[in-house]
């Protein structure tokens, strides 16, 4: 139940109509979602689920349907197998390695717009990654929220 509680919440936020001005400002929502789910919550992770989620990020988005399957793949498995090292340290250290894996990501996502004909801006997807890392923080305190506001509400049932 928490993963379609951050599931929603995501996709509010991707879908909220942001001002013109603000939107080389915003963090991919979708990447922060799996980023928390792969390195918070890993042991309760399906990749089949992430394909699932990924398809109405694509369609927000307007991207080739599976573009964003593949992204949140690669990232989910690559923040799997640091996710131990990287829990251990503070908020700027894991900023600066999920900025790093991010940034691979927008490669992925860059060189598959391009086979699929789109004409990505390379500095947008760069933006994305840099504003990601910085929303972290703040995203990872509000999924944590609501992850132990459903534990608790599920605790008081019993």
């Known amino acids: 139940m928490t993963f379609a509680l951050t ?16 939107l080389f400002l915003l963090p991919h929502f979708g990447y922060l979602f799996v980023t928390w789910w792969g390195l918070m919550r890993n042991y309760q992770l399906s990749m089949t689920l992430l394909l699932l989620s990924s398809l ?7 991207t080739a349907l599976g573009l964003h399957g593949l992204i949140f793949a690669s990232i989910a498995y690559a923040l799997t197998l640091v996710g131990p090292s990287i829990r251990q340290v503070n908020w700027l250290r894991q900023s600066t390695i999920i900025f790093i894996v991010l940034m691979i990501a927008s490669a992925v996502s860059y ?33 944590d929220f609501l992850a132990q506001y459903k534990q608790d509400s599920e605790a008081q049932r019993q």
Do not use: K, N
């Not at 509010?12 to 001002?19: G, V």
């Not at 060189?111 to 699929?116: A, D, E, F, H, I």
């Not at 997807?125 to 990601?132: E, I, R, T, Y």
């Open 56 to 62: 109405p990020v694509d369609v927000l988005y307007g």
């Open 111 to 143: 060189w598959v717009r391009t086979l699929t004909g789109q004409s990505p801006e390379f500095y947008i997807l760069v933006l994305q990654a840099f504003f990601s890392a910085l929303f972290w923080s703040p995203l990872r305190w509000l999924y």
């Open 7 to 22: 599931w929603l919440l995501t996709l509010l936020l991707i879908a909220f109509p942001y001002p013109s001005f603000l």
